[in-house]
């Protein structure tokens, strides 16, 4: 198997980056909404305070 030449392994390592950190992103915020859910859920649920 030949190597690819300097640049295009530079660009490949660097889309590698770059799709790993969206990814990364995504299950992020993902979880992020998912505590807010969860926060909203419990204060809902707590009856207020006469």
Same mark, same amino acid.
């Given at each position: ?32 909404? +998912? +505590?807010? +859910? ?8 707590v009856?207020?305070?006469?």
């Open positions: 198997m030949r190597w690819p030449s300097g640049v295009q392994w530079e660009w490949a390592v660097g889309e590698f980056m770059v799709l790993g950190f969206l990814v990364w992103e995504l299950f992020h915020l993902r979880r992020i909404q +998912r +505590r807010d +859910r969860e926060q909203a859920r419990q204060a809902e649920a009856p207020p305070a006469d």
